[in-house]
T-cell receptor, first 111, second 121 residues
Framework: GENVEQHPSTLSVQEGDSAVIKCTYS??????FPWYKQELGKGPQLIID?????GEKKDQRIAVTLNKTAKHFSLHITETQPEDSAVYFC??????????FGTGTKLQVIP | GAVVSQHPSWVICKSGTSVKIECRSL??????MFWYRQFPKQSLMLMAT?????????EQGVEKDKFLINHASLTLSTLTVTSAHPEDSSFYIC?????????????????FGNGTRLTVT
């Protein structure tokens, strides 16, 4: 089955700096890669997703890149703000199979 | 759009009792709902997949008689933890995938509820 690795497990950045979270996946059949933000005591919230026919997608301060050859995808947050502090999960999905989540990255934005 | 409501947000029960958790899709019809369990500082562990009108599919190692899932309508799925024990204490989260949210791919976005914190004493 699909295996998703996520790094780093924790990340501290100064407010205003950029944060990058990286994930790798194992199954070349995966074609959908969502990213979720989970605040303490709440459920995950979808923040951005990308499909395998696209190499990059951007939504304001958030961008995701996908390298299908290397089976890597990354989340980039620019101009970080304290409210960006949360746990972020990447995920990969093979058609008609369950979504596989990464192990999570705890992001702390220091004011 | 795509709001999933989960209730209750937290519950405390005594060992041996049963607890029901509801998951509702408020503004879309959910053909498929998923139930996850999350331990502190860990990722989401899929417990089961429920499709409206059919039996749930449980992941390996998850006891179907202990975690009863019902998906009787396109907007409601329930998870009942039967004969709960302290080791069942956890954060349970549901998610839903809607009809036609992405007709080009089976893997349309999952929308999550806010979770239920279950504590069994």
């Amino acid at each position: 089955g699909e295996n998703v690795e996520q790094h780093p497990s924790t990340l501290s950045v100064q407010e205003g700096d950029s944060a990058v979270i990286k994930c790798t996946y194992s199954d070349s059949a995966s074609n959908y890669f969502p990213w979720y933000k989970q605040e303490l005591g709440k459920g995950p919230q979808l923040i951005i997703d990308i499909r395998s026919n696209v190499g990059e997608k951007k939504d304001q301060r958030i961008a995701v890149t996908l390298n299908k050859t290397a089976k890597h995808f990354s989340l980039h947050i620019t101009e970080t703000q304290p409210e960006d502090s949360a746990v972020y999960f990447c995920a990969a999905a093979v058609p008609y199979q369950k979504v596989t989540f990464g192990t999570g990255t705890k992001l702390q934005v220091i004011p | 759009g795509a709001v999933v409501s989960q209730h209750p947000s937290w519950v405390i029960c005594k060992s041996g009792t049963s607890v029901k958790i509801e998951c509702r899709s408020l503004d879309f019809q959910a053909t498929t709902m998923f139930w996850y369990r999350q331990f502190p500082k860990q990722s989401l562990m899929l417990m089961a997949t429920s499709n409206e009108g059919s039996k749930a599919t449980y992941e390996q190692g998850v006891e179907k008689d202990k975690f009863l899932i019902n998906h009787a309508s396109l907007t409601l799925s329930t998870l009942t933890v039967t004969s709960a024990h302290p080791e069942d204490s956890s954060f349970y989260i549901c998610s839903a995938r809607g009809i036609g949210t992405d007709l080009s791919s089976y893997n349309s976005p999952l929308h999550f509820g806010n979770g239920t914190r279950l504590t069994v004493t």
